[in-house]
């Protein structure tokens, strides 16, 4: 029996099509965010900075600890490397994380009098801090209407067709180009939940699926009454 092609069809949407898409979504979940814990603007860049690699989840454990101790530039940069490595543990790329926040602290309180940047090119010269986290950081905290793609929105976009592309950076242009104004500043969001929790690497929850019937998916996965019985 041969198997169905799981690679995306790469059909251009149209921006109708692309509009009903974040509708639904919409729909799903009205008041989409992100699910990194914070209360400061500083702590969300804390917060991105460290979630390279690394789940919202663990982000959270680790800070829940964290910023009750280091909630400013300037504690962060008095728990020194040691200190900070120590909070850092569970995450992966710990030390590298932590000499990232050092030193992005630093330049927060030398080149920006204690405040996140909000321009993309200042965040960009932070260390630990690339494009998506530039990204995520100027939506979430000044309303850019930025789209940040990480690994989940990156499946989607190919996955269902909406904005195919071979990096990052091109799924980024091709959801600009297709994103309607009124979604742009949560489309974001409602990617990374949709990838999250429903449009999942390994087992897509098609059925529950709110926009399958617009996705272009050649694998979808079939509802529990369709599948054939086991053998034996």
Same mark, same amino acid.
């Given at each position: 029996?041969?198997?169905?092609?799981?690679?995306?069809?790469?059909?251009?949407?149209?921006?109708?099509?692309?509009?009903?898409?974040?509708?639904?979504?919409?729909?799903?979940?009205?008041?989409?965010?992100?699910?990194?814990?914070?209360?400061?603007?500083?702590? %969300?860049? /804390?917060?991105?900075? $460290?979630?390279?690699?690394?789940?919202?989840?663990? &982000?959270? @454990?680790?800070? =829940?600890? +964290?910023?009750?101790?280091?909630?400013?530039?300037?504690?962060?940069?008095?728990?020194?490397?040691?200190?900070?490595?120590?909070?850092?543990?569970?995450?992966?790329?710990?030390?590298?994380?932590?000499?990232? %926040?050092? /030193?992005?602290?630093? $330049?927060?309180?030398?080149?920006?009098?204690?405040? &996140?940047? @909000?321009?993309? =090119?200042? +965040?960009?010269?932070?260390?630990?801090?690339?494009?998506?986290?530039?990204?995520?950081?100027?939506?979430?905290?000044?309303?850019?209407?930025?789209?940040?793609?990480?690994?989940?929105?990156?499946?989607?976009?190919?996955?269902?067709?909406?904005?195919?592309?071979?990096?990052?950076?091109?799924?980024?242009?091709?959801?600009?180009?297709?994103?309607?104004?009124?979604?742009?500043?949560?489309?974001?969001?409602?990617?990374?939940?949709?990838?999250?929790?429903?449009?999942?690497?390994?087992?897509?929850?098609?059925?529950?699926?709110?926009?399958?019937?617009?996705?272009?998916?050649?694998?979808?996965?079939?509802?529990?009454?369709?599948?054939?019985?086991?053998?034996?």
């Amino acid at each position: 029996m041969t198997r169905a092609r799981t690679r995306p069809n790469t059909f251009a949407w149209s921006r109708r099509r692309a509009a009903a898409f974040f509708a639904r979504l919409e729909r799903e979940r009205p008041h989409p965010a992100t699910e990194l814990r914070y209360e400061t603007p500083y702590e %969300l860049f /804390a917060a991105v900075l $460290l979630s390279a690699q690394s789940t919202d989840r663990e &982000v959270n @454990r680790v800070t =829940e600890t +964290l910023f009750r101790i280091a909630p400013t530039p300037e504690s962060m940069i008095a728990l020194g490397t040691g200190g900070l490595e120590n909070r850092l543990r569970r995450l992966g790329l710990f030390r590298h994380k932590a000499r990232h %926040l050092l /030193a992005s602290s630093k $330049l927060i309180l030398d080149r920006f009098g204690g405040q &996140v940047p @909000r321009r993309r =090119e200042d +965040l960009l010269e932070l260390p630990g801090i690339g494009r998506k986290s530039a990204n995520v950081i100027l939506n979430a905290l000044y309303g850019e209407p930025t789209i940040a793609v990480d690994t989940h929105v990156f499946r989607v976009a190919n996955r269902t067709g909406l904005a195919p592309g071979p990096t990052p950076q091109a799924v980024e242009e091709a959801l600009l180009a297709i994103v309607p104004e009124r979604y742009r500043s949560r489309a974001h969001h409602w990617l990374v939940l949709h990838g999250r929790y429903v449009c999942r690497a390994r087992s897509p929850s098609c059925p529950s699926c709110v926009v399958s019937s617009l996705c272009r998916y050649a694998g979808k996965t079939p509802r529990t009454r369709d599948r054939p019985p086991r053998s034996g």
